[in-house]
């Protein structure tokens, strides 16, 4: 069953995508952020394998070249100016429902304990990359925030503004990346902010400094460019009340595959 899922979201293309997910949304049943079409793989998340792992591989399975998709290097002047400082100035925030808010630099989460993971990241545009991914859990740092009540959501807002590759027609409604998850894939052993990718600090174009791992879920959960992480009590505010870039435009909220 939930393979059949994922084969069905790698095969289709984005088109197809976005209307199947419109005919979801119009179901008067299907839930606010937890459509009908995704509560199948979330629930097997949630009650069955609630702390289930991604598969992992073997260095010897590491995709050659990790290809780079949506945007390859944030064009604003904020990320430019710390790309050419070496990120020594980046500091990703944590706010929102957190008892102590955080500044983090990269070197802090370089002294943080760290996770490698050689996970398959799989594209809904049809492609997947095997790749070694390196960086401190989340659980770690949301703890030394401190989560206040209420806390639901995970946000994770990004440097870059995106509108679709131009190749593709897109450039149309460009608006900031950014992402969520809930607390269970939040806390998730293999949920990481990688800095490294098969041994080497991130490049541009594979999210530097550093970005989300969340390894049951698709692509474009896979946050590049983070810059700040909100914990919220809503989605509402965020974008166009979604959840992500991709689902204000019609993908699932929750991509597990
Ligand atoms: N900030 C940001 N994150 C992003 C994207 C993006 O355009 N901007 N694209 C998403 C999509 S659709 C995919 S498949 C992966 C691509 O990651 P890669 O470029 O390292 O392959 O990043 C995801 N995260
Ligand atoms: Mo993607």
């Given at each position: 069953?939930?393979?059949?899922?994922?084969?069905?979201?790698?095969?289709?293309?984005?088109?197809?995508?976005?209307?199947?997910?419109?005919?979801?949304?119009?179901?008067?049943?299907?839930?606010?952020?937890?459509?009908?079409?995704?509560?199948?793989?979330?629930?097997?998340?949630?009650?069955?394998?609630?702390?289930?792992?991604?598969?992992?591989?073997?260095?010897?399975?590491?995709?050659p070249?990790?290809?780079?998709?949506?945007?390859?290097?944030?064009?604003?002047?904020?990320?430019?100016?710390?790309?050419?400082?070496?990120?020594?100035?980046?500091?990703?925030?944590?706010?929102?429902?957190?008892?102590?808010?955080?500044?983090?630099?990269?070197?802090?989460?370089?002294?943080?304990?760290?996770?490698?993971?050689?996970?398959?990241?799989?594209?809904?545009?049809?492609?997947?990359?095997?790749?070694?991914?390196?960086g401190?859990?989340?659980?770690?740092?949301?703890?030394?925030?401190?989560?206040?009540?209420?806390?639901?959501?995970?946000?994770?807002?990004?440097a870059?503004?995106?509108?679709?590759?131009?190749?593709?027609?897109g450039l149309?409604?460009?608006?900031?990346?950014?992402?969520?998850?809930?607390?269970?894939?939040?806390?998730?052993?293999?949920?990481?902010?990688?800095?490294?990718?098969?041994?080497?600090?991130?490049?541009?174009?594979?999210?530097?400094?550093?970005?989300?791992?969340?390894?049951?879920?698709l692509?474009?959960?896979?946050?590049?460019?983070?810059?700040?992480?909100?914990?919220?009590?809503?989605?509402?505010?965020?974008?166009s009340?979604?959840?992500?870039?991709?689902?204000?435009?019609g993908?699932?909220?929750?991509a597990?595959?």
């Amino acid at each position: 069953m939930i393979l059949k899922r994922r084969q069905l979201l790698t095969a289709l293309p984005a088109g197809l995508m976005l209307s199947g997910c419109d005919a979801l949304t119009r179901n008067p049943g299907a839930k606010a952020i937890v459509s009908a079409g995704e509560q199948a793989t979330y629930r097997w998340h949630r009650l069955v394998g609630r702390d289930g792992l991604a598969r992992e591989f073997g260095a010897a399975d590491i995709s050659p070249v990790f290809k780079v998709n949506g945007t390859h290097e944030p064009t604003n002047p904020e990320w430019q100016a710390l790309a050419a400082g070496g990120f020594a100035d980046w500091r990703l925030k944590v706010s929102g429902l957190v008892s102590r808010e955080l500044a983090m630099s990269l070197a802090d989460l370089h002294r943080l304990p760290q996770r490698t993971q050689i996970t398959r990241h799989d594209c809904v545009e049809g492609w997947s990359a095997i790749g070694q991914w390196t960086g401190p859990q989340l659980a770690p740092i949301l703890k030394a925030a401190g989560l206040r009540d209420g806390a639901r959501y995970i946000v994770f807002l990004c440097a870059d503004d995106y509108g679709g590759e131009a190749s593709k027609g897109g450039l149309q409604s460009t608006s900031r990346y950014y992402e969520s998850v809930d607390l269970v894939d939040a806390f998730h052993p293999q949920t990481i902010l990688a800095h490294s990718l098969n041994g080497a600090p991130l490049s541009a174009g594979n999210g530097a400094p550093v970005r989300l791992r969340v390894e049951r879920q698709l692509g474009y959960k896979q946050a590049k460019y983070l810059m700040h992480i909100v914990v919220a009590e809503s989605l509402a505010p965020f974008g166009s009340g979604k959840g992500g870039y991709w689902p204000d435009r019609g993908y699932e909220w929750y991509a597990g595959t």
